[in-house]
Protein backbone atom coordinates (compact mmCIF):
# COMPACT_ATOMS: atom_id res chain seq x y z
CA UNK A 1 0.00 0.00 0.00
CA UNK A 2 1.55 3.44 -0.53
CA UNK A 3 1.39 6.02 2.32
CA UNK A 4 0.45 9.25 0.73
CA UNK A 5 2.75 12.24 1.97
CA UNK A 6 3.72 15.78 1.75
CA UNK A 7 6.78 14.07 -0.03
CA UNK A 8 5.02 12.75 -2.71
CA UNK A 9 5.69 14.86 -6.24
CA UNK A 10 2.81 16.33 -8.19
CA UNK A 11 2.65 13.69 -11.07
CA UNK A 12 2.85 10.91 -8.50
CA UNK A 13 -0.51 12.07 -6.20
CA UNK A 14 -2.39 12.91 -9.97
CA UNK A 15 -1.43 9.36 -11.25
CA UNK A 16 -2.63 8.13 -8.33
CA UNK A 17 -6.21 9.82 -7.96
CA UNK A 18 -6.15 8.82 -11.66
CA UNK A 19 -6.14 5.37 -10.98
CA UNK A 20 -8.92 5.08 -8.28
CA UNK A 21 -11.08 7.94 -9.39
CA UNK A 22 -14.30 6.95 -11.61
CA UNK A 23 -12.49 10.16 -13.39
CA UNK A 24 -15.53 12.66 -13.86
CA UNK A 25 -12.96 15.26 -13.10
CA UNK A 26 -10.68 17.59 -15.77
CA UNK A 27 -7.62 17.22 -13.38
CA UNK A 28 -5.05 20.47 -13.97
CA UNK A 29 -1.48 19.51 -14.20
CA UNK A 30 -0.56 20.16 -10.58
CA UNK A 31 -1.54 18.71 -6.55
CA UNK A 32 -2.47 20.86 -4.06
CA UNK A 33 -1.34 20.32 -0.66
CA UNK A 34 -1.07 23.15 1.35
CA UNK A 35 -3.27 26.82 1.83
CA UNK A 36 -3.30 29.60 3.35
CA UNK A 37 -5.56 33.00 2.80
CA UNK A 38 -5.79 33.46 -0.84
CA UNK A 39 -2.57 31.02 -1.69
CA UNK A 40 -1.89 27.72 -2.66
CA UNK A 41 1.38 25.39 -2.81
CA UNK A 42 1.49 22.22 -4.91
CA UNK A 43 3.34 19.24 -3.91
CA UNK A 44 6.67 20.40 -5.45
CA UNK A 45 6.65 23.96 -4.03
CA UNK A 46 5.34 26.21 -6.01
CA UNK A 47 3.12 28.92 -4.99
CA UNK A 48 -0.24 29.90 -6.89
CA UNK A 49 -2.66 32.85 -6.12
CA UNK A 50 -5.90 31.01 -5.76
CA UNK A 51 -8.59 32.81 -8.12
CA UNK A 52 -10.84 29.58 -7.79
CA UNK A 53 -11.96 29.68 -4.35
CA UNK A 54 -12.68 26.22 -3.84
CA UNK A 55 -15.09 27.18 -6.39
CA UNK A 56 -17.07 29.91 -3.81
CA UNK A 57 -15.98 27.67 -1.11
CA UNK A 58 -13.17 29.73 0.29
CA UNK A 59 -14.16 33.30 0.69
CA UNK A 60 -12.77 32.95 4.22
CA UNK A 61 -9.62 32.07 2.14
CA UNK A 62 -7.69 28.18 3.14
CA UNK A 63 -7.07 27.42 6.91
CA UNK A 64 -8.32 30.44 8.62
CA UNK A 65 -6.99 30.53 12.33
CA UNK A 66 -11.00 31.01 13.19
CA UNK A 67 -11.96 27.79 11.65
CA UNK A 68 -8.67 25.61 12.00
CA UNK A 69 -9.44 26.81 16.33
CA UNK A 70 -12.67 25.70 16.28
CA UNK A 71 -12.25 22.35 14.66
CA UNK A 72 -9.77 21.73 17.13
CA UNK A 73 -11.63 22.65 19.78
CA UNK A 74 -15.11 20.79 18.74
CA UNK A 75 -13.58 17.62 17.19
CA UNK A 76 -12.28 17.08 20.99
CA UNK A 77 -16.01 17.53 22.08
CA UNK A 78 -18.33 16.03 19.66
CA UNK A 79 -18.21 15.33 16.28
CA UNK A 80 -21.24 13.91 15.32
CA UNK A 81 -24.76 14.24 16.65
CA UNK A 82 -28.51 12.96 14.21
CA UNK A 83 -31.42 15.88 14.60
CA UNK A 84 -33.24 13.87 16.90
CA UNK A 85 -30.55 14.95 19.79
CA UNK A 86 -30.55 18.55 20.40
CA UNK A 87 -26.89 20.04 20.29
CA UNK A 88 -25.12 23.38 21.80
CA UNK A 89 -23.09 24.30 18.70
CA UNK A 90 -26.35 23.68 16.42
CA UNK A 91 -28.85 25.68 18.59
CA UNK A 92 -26.30 28.50 18.94
CA UNK A 93 -25.51 28.71 15.31
CA UNK A 94 -29.17 28.61 14.25
CA UNK A 95 -29.76 31.66 16.70
CA UNK A 96 -26.31 33.56 15.30
CA UNK A 97 -27.41 32.40 11.39
CA UNK A 98 -31.36 33.68 12.26
CA UNK A 99 -29.55 37.36 13.54
CA UNK A 100 -27.61 37.69 10.43
CA UNK A 101 -30.12 37.06 8.05
CA UNK A 102 -31.68 39.64 6.35
CA UNK A 103 -35.31 38.14 6.54
CA UNK A 104 -37.12 36.07 9.90
CA UNK A 105 -36.42 32.59 9.43
CA UNK A 106 -36.39 29.12 10.75
CA UNK A 107 -33.78 27.27 9.15
CA UNK A 108 -33.12 23.30 7.84
CA UNK A 109 -29.47 22.02 7.69
CA UNK A 110 -27.75 19.80 5.38
CA UNK A 111 -24.59 19.09 3.95
CA UNK A 112 -24.10 21.09 0.65
CA UNK A 113 -25.82 23.30 -2.15
CA UNK A 114 -27.25 20.61 -4.12
CA UNK A 115 -29.01 19.46 -1.19
CA UNK A 116 -30.06 22.78 0.12
CA UNK A 117 -31.83 23.56 -3.67
CA UNK A 118 -33.40 20.01 -3.40
CA UNK A 119 -34.56 20.96 -0.23
CA UNK A 120 -36.06 23.81 -0.96
CA UNK A 121 -37.68 22.26 -3.94
CA UNK A 122 -39.79 19.77 -2.03
CA UNK A 123 -40.67 22.97 0.50
CA UNK A 124 -42.05 24.56 -2.30
CA UNK A 125 -44.39 21.84 -3.46
CA UNK A 126 -44.95 21.03 0.31
CA UNK A 127 -46.41 24.23 0.96
CA UNK A 128 -48.16 25.34 -2.17
CA UNK A 129 -49.45 21.87 -3.20
CA UNK A 130 -48.33 22.81 -6.65
CA UNK A 131 -45.38 20.88 -8.66
CA UNK A 132 -44.58 23.62 -10.91
CA UNK A 133 -41.29 25.32 -11.06
CA UNK A 134 -39.71 28.14 -12.68
CA UNK A 135 -36.02 28.42 -13.70
CA UNK A 136 -33.57 30.64 -15.84
CA UNK A 137 -31.55 29.72 -18.88
CA UNK A 138 -28.20 29.37 -18.15
CA UNK A 139 -29.01 28.31 -14.31
CA UNK A 140 -26.94 26.04 -12.19
CA UNK A 141 -28.69 24.42 -9.54
CA UNK A 142 -26.74 21.53 -8.43
CA UNK A 143 -26.49 17.95 -9.84
CA UNK A 144 -28.82 15.78 -8.00
CA UNK A 145 -32.52 14.59 -9.75
CA UNK A 146 -34.53 17.92 -8.73
CA UNK A 147 -31.50 20.44 -8.45
CA UNK A 148 -30.43 19.38 -11.80
CA UNK A 149 -34.03 19.79 -13.54
CA UNK A 150 -33.80 23.26 -12.45
CA UNK A 151 -29.95 23.79 -13.78
CA UNK A 152 -30.60 24.82 -17.51
CA UNK A 153 -27.22 24.04 -19.31
CA UNK A 154 -28.22 20.21 -21.27
CA UNK A 155 -24.76 19.27 -21.16
CA UNK A 156 -25.37 18.33 -17.54
CA UNK A 157 -29.54 17.65 -17.99
CA UNK A 158 -29.27 15.15 -21.27
CA UNK A 159 -27.33 12.17 -20.04
CA UNK A 160 -29.61 11.88 -17.05
CA UNK A 161 -33.08 12.88 -18.89
CA UNK A 162 -35.58 12.29 -18.00
CA UNK A 163 -35.63 14.20 -14.85
CA UNK A 164 -38.09 15.19 -12.64
CA UNK A 165 -40.80 16.91 -14.71
CA UNK A 166 -43.03 20.29 -14.03
CA UNK A 167 -40.04 22.04 -14.64
CA UNK A 168 -39.66 25.46 -17.38
CA UNK A 169 -36.82 27.54 -17.99
CA UNK A 170 -37.36 31.12 -19.12
CA UNK A 171 -34.24 33.75 -19.71
CA UNK A 172 -32.94 35.40 -16.53
CA UNK A 173 -33.13 38.96 -16.46
CA UNK A 174 -36.39 39.08 -18.57
CA UNK A 175 -39.71 40.00 -16.60
CA UNK A 176 -41.78 39.97 -20.12
CA UNK A 177 -40.54 36.33 -20.51
CA UNK A 178 -41.38 35.52 -16.88
CA UNK A 179 -44.96 37.08 -17.13
CA UNK A 180 -45.75 34.72 -19.70
CA UNK A 181 -45.13 31.15 -17.86
CA UNK A 182 -45.73 32.29 -13.90
CA UNK A 183 -49.16 31.70 -13.41
CA UNK A 184 -51.93 30.21 -10.38
CA UNK A 185 -50.19 26.62 -10.85
CA UNK A 186 -46.60 28.16 -10.45
CA UNK A 187 -45.46 26.51 -6.99
CA UNK A 188 -42.15 28.83 -7.42
CA UNK A 189 -39.68 30.79 -9.13
CA UNK A 190 -36.00 29.49 -8.62
CA UNK A 191 -33.13 32.35 -9.41
CA UNK A 192 -29.32 33.61 -8.73
CA UNK A 193 -29.00 37.42 -8.05
CA UNK A 194 -26.14 36.24 -9.88
CA UNK A 195 -25.48 33.61 -12.41
CA UNK A 196 -22.60 31.97 -11.23
CA UNK A 197 -22.15 28.86 -13.84
CA UNK A 198 -24.07 30.86 -16.35
CA UNK A 199 -21.63 33.43 -17.15
CA UNK A 200 -21.04 35.77 -13.93
CA UNK A 201 -24.24 37.80 -14.82
CA UNK A 202 -25.30 40.22 -12.16
CA UNK A 203 -29.89 40.83 -12.39
CA UNK A 204 -30.34 44.10 -13.39
CA UNK A 205 -31.54 46.85 -11.14
CA UNK A 206 -35.90 46.63 -10.50
CA UNK A 207 -35.24 42.60 -11.73
CA UNK A 208 -35.93 40.71 -8.84
CA UNK A 209 -38.31 43.37 -6.99
CA UNK A 210 -40.66 42.88 -10.21
CA UNK A 211 -40.11 38.55 -10.02
CA UNK A 212 -41.00 39.06 -5.78
CA UNK A 213 -44.37 41.40 -7.21
CA UNK A 214 -45.34 38.31 -9.76
CA UNK A 215 -44.79 35.54 -7.26
CA UNK A 216 -47.24 37.55 -5.11
CA UNK A 217 -49.80 37.94 -7.63
CA UNK A 218 -50.14 34.42 -8.54
CA UNK A 219 -49.34 32.58 -5.09
CA UNK A 220 -46.14 31.84 -6.05
CA UNK A 221 -42.90 31.28 -3.70
CA UNK A 222 -39.70 33.16 -4.69
CA UNK A 223 -36.63 30.82 -3.99
CA UNK A 224 -33.01 32.28 -4.18
CA UNK A 225 -30.44 30.23 -4.63
CA UNK A 226 -27.37 31.91 -2.76
CA UNK A 227 -25.10 28.97 -2.61
CA UNK A 228 -22.23 30.86 -4.52
CA UNK A 229 -22.79 34.63 -3.96
CA UNK A 230 -23.73 34.13 -0.03
CA UNK A 231 -21.20 35.14 2.83
CA UNK A 232 -20.06 37.78 1.47
CA UNK A 233 -19.00 37.25 -1.84
CA UNK A 234 -20.84 40.07 -3.61
CA UNK A 235 -20.36 43.05 -1.35
CA UNK A 236 -22.94 42.39 1.31
CA UNK A 237 -23.68 39.69 3.04
CA UNK A 238 -25.82 37.90 1.24
CA UNK A 239 -26.63 39.15 -2.30
CA UNK A 240 -30.51 39.32 -2.14
CA UNK A 241 -29.42 42.60 0.16
CA UNK A 242 -28.46 44.61 -2.84
CA UNK A 243 -31.98 44.62 -4.08
CA UNK A 244 -33.79 44.81 -0.74
CA UNK A 245 -36.07 41.93 -1.80
CA UNK A 246 -37.20 39.38 0.50
CA UNK A 247 -37.60 35.68 -0.71
CA UNK A 248 -39.54 32.99 1.01
CA UNK A 249 -36.70 30.91 0.75
CA UNK A 250 -32.85 31.31 0.62
CA UNK A 251 -30.33 28.26 0.15
CA UNK A 252 -26.95 28.93 0.91
CA UNK A 253 -23.53 26.81 1.33
CA UNK A 254 -20.15 26.95 0.00
CA UNK A 255 -18.43 29.23 2.35
CA UNK A 256 -20.71 28.97 5.15
CA UNK A 257 -18.79 26.69 7.49
CA UNK A 258 -15.69 27.98 6.09
CA UNK A 259 -14.31 25.36 3.63
CA UNK A 260 -16.18 22.60 5.47
CA UNK A 261 -19.51 20.65 3.72
CA UNK A 262 -22.34 22.11 4.97
CA UNK A 263 -25.86 24.00 3.50
CA UNK A 264 -28.70 25.47 4.87
CA UNK A 265 -32.21 26.59 3.52
CA UNK A 266 -33.75 29.44 5.20
CA UNK A 267 -37.29 29.61 5.01
CA UNK A 268 -39.35 32.30 5.89
CA UNK A 269 -40.86 32.14 9.02
CA UNK A 270 -44.21 33.70 7.76
CA UNK A 271 -44.52 29.63 6.62
CA UNK A 272 -44.30 28.09 9.85
CA UNK A 273 -43.20 24.78 10.87
CA UNK A 274 -43.05 21.69 8.44
CA UNK A 275 -44.43 18.36 9.13
CA UNK A 276 -42.36 16.08 11.12
CA UNK A 277 -40.55 13.24 9.05
CA UNK A 278 -41.27 15.25 5.57
CA UNK A 279 -37.63 15.47 5.04
CA UNK A 280 -34.41 14.55 6.74
CA UNK A 281 -30.74 14.45 6.93
CA UNK A 282 -28.56 12.39 8.76
CA UNK A 283 -25.02 14.63 8.80
CA UNK A 284 -27.29 17.96 8.52
CA UNK A 285 -26.19 20.54 11.48
CA UNK A 286 -23.36 17.79 13.32
CA UNK A 287 -21.63 19.93 15.72
CA UNK A 288 -17.89 20.13 13.91
CA UNK A 289 -19.65 21.89 10.75
CA UNK A 290 -22.07 24.23 12.88
CA UNK A 291 -18.78 25.06 15.24
CA UNK A 292 -16.81 25.96 11.65
CA UNK A 293 -19.89 27.95 10.30
CA UNK A 294 -19.88 29.83 13.28
CA UNK A 295 -16.78 31.33 13.61
CA UNK A 296 -16.89 31.53 9.72
CA UNK A 297 -20.10 33.62 9.99
CA UNK A 298 -18.40 35.65 13.53
CA UNK A 299 -15.03 36.20 10.94
CA UNK A 300 -16.96 37.11 8.32
CA UNK A 301 -18.51 39.94 10.44
CA UNK A 302 -15.67 40.87 12.60
CA UNK A 303 -13.30 40.88 9.92
CA UNK A 304 -15.84 43.35 7.46
CA UNK A 305 -15.35 40.63 4.60
CA UNK A 306 -18.56 42.25 2.87
CA UNK A 307 -16.87 45.51 2.72
CA UNK A 308 -13.65 44.15 1.68
CA UNK A 309 -15.27 42.35 -1.38
CA UNK A 310 -17.48 45.37 -2.40
CA UNK A 311 -14.24 47.55 -2.43
CA UNK A 312 -11.63 45.16 -3.22
CA UNK A 313 -14.11 43.97 -5.92
CA UNK A 314 -14.96 47.35 -7.38
CA UNK A 315 -11.16 47.81 -7.91
CA UNK A 316 -11.03 44.67 -9.47
CA UNK A 317 -13.80 45.45 -11.87
CA UNK A 318 -12.00 48.36 -12.63
CA UNK A 319 -8.51 47.45 -13.39
CA UNK A 320 -9.58 44.60 -15.68
CA UNK A 321 -12.16 47.02 -17.69
CA UNK A 322 -9.25 49.51 -18.24
CA UNK A 323 -7.56 46.76 -19.83
CA UNK A 324 -6.59 46.99 -23.55
CA UNK A 325 -7.32 43.17 -24.58
CA UNK A 326 -9.40 42.91 -27.85
CA UNK A 327 -10.18 39.36 -27.28
CA UNK A 328 -12.57 41.32 -24.19
CA UNK A 329 -16.44 41.70 -25.15
CA UNK A 330 -17.73 42.74 -21.36
CA UNK A 331 -16.19 42.34 -17.68
CA UNK A 332 -18.48 42.04 -15.53
CA UNK A 333 -19.54 41.09 -11.58
CA UNK A 334 -20.57 42.15 -8.17
CA UNK A 335 -18.05 41.92 -5.42
CA UNK A 336 -15.70 39.76 -6.19
CA UNK A 337 -17.57 37.77 -8.33
CA UNK A 338 -15.98 38.58 -11.72
CA UNK A 339 -15.78 37.10 -15.01
CA UNK A 340 -14.38 38.45 -17.85
CA UNK A 341 -16.24 37.08 -21.33
CA UNK A 342 -14.62 36.24 -24.13
CA UNK A 343 -14.33 36.79 -27.79
CA UNK A 344 -12.86 32.51 -27.95
CA UNK A 345 -13.11 30.02 -25.88
CA UNK A 346 -11.63 30.15 -22.30
CA UNK A 347 -9.93 27.03 -21.53
CA UNK A 348 -6.43 28.02 -23.28
CA UNK A 349 -6.15 31.10 -21.28
CA UNK A 350 -7.00 29.03 -17.71
CA UNK A 351 -3.92 27.16 -18.58
CA UNK A 352 -1.75 30.17 -19.30
CA UNK A 353 -2.50 31.98 -15.98
CA UNK A 354 -1.95 28.73 -14.59
CA UNK A 355 1.60 28.90 -15.86
CA UNK A 356 1.83 32.79 -14.63
CA UNK A 357 0.69 31.25 -10.98
CA UNK A 358 -2.45 31.80 -10.99
CA UNK A 359 -5.39 29.55 -10.78
CA UNK A 360 -8.88 30.98 -12.17
CA UNK A 361 -12.43 29.08 -12.97
CA UNK A 362 -15.01 29.01 -16.26
CA UNK A 363 -17.86 30.07 -16.69
CA UNK A 364 -19.28 28.40 -19.58
CA UNK A 365 -17.24 27.98 -22.62
CA UNK A 366 -16.15 31.95 -23.34
CA UNK A 367 -15.76 33.46 -19.91
CA UNK A 368 -13.12 33.68 -17.32
CA UNK A 369 -14.17 33.82 -13.87
CA UNK A 370 -12.15 35.21 -10.84
CA UNK A 371 -13.53 33.75 -7.26
CA UNK A 372 -10.43 34.76 -4.97
CA UNK A 373 -10.77 34.60 -1.36
CA UNK A 374 -12.21 37.87 0.36
CA UNK A 375 -8.94 38.32 2.57
CA UNK A 376 -6.77 38.59 -0.73
CA UNK A 377 -4.87 41.43 -0.79
CA UNK A 378 -4.65 44.39 -3.15
CA UNK A 379 -0.81 42.78 -3.90
CA UNK A 380 -2.20 39.87 -4.54
CA UNK A 381 -4.66 41.28 -6.86
CA UNK A 382 -2.56 43.27 -8.67
CA UNK A 383 -0.78 40.51 -9.55
CA UNK A 384 -3.66 38.58 -10.30
CA UNK A 385 -4.57 41.30 -12.72
CA UNK A 386 -0.74 41.16 -14.60
CA UNK A 387 -1.18 37.95 -15.49
CA UNK A 388 -4.18 38.52 -16.72
CA UNK A 389 -3.48 41.63 -18.90
CA UNK A 390 -0.05 39.26 -20.16
CA UNK A 391 -2.11 36.27 -21.17
CA UNK A 392 -5.05 38.08 -23.07
CA UNK A 393 -2.50 40.04 -24.77
CA UNK A 394 -0.42 36.60 -25.65
CA UNK A 395 2.83 38.02 -24.03
Given at each position: M ?12 I ?11 P ?58 F ?50 A ?5 G ?38 V ?19 R ?57 G ?33 A ?23 L ?25 K ?13 G????P ?19 G ?7 A ?5
Amino acid sequence: MLIVTNMMQNETIIALEQQYEVGLYPKRPLAIVRGEGARLWDAEGRMFIDCVGGQGAANLGHCHPAIVAALQTQSSHLISCPEIFPNDQRATYLEELADALPFPARIFCCNSGAEAVEASIKFARLLTGRTRIIAAMRSFHGRTFGALSATWEPKYRQPFEPLVPDFAHVPYDNMEALAQVVDDETAAVLLEPVQGEGGVRPASPGYLEGVRRLCDEHGALLLVDEVQTGFGRTGRLFAIEHSGVTPDMMALAKSIAGGLPMGVVALHERHGVLPPGSHGTTFGGNPLTCAAARAALRALIDEELPRQAAEKGAWLLAQLRSLEAPVVREVRGLGLLVGLELKQRVQPYLGALLERGVLALPAGPTVLRLLPPLVISYDDLGTVVAAVAAVLRGT
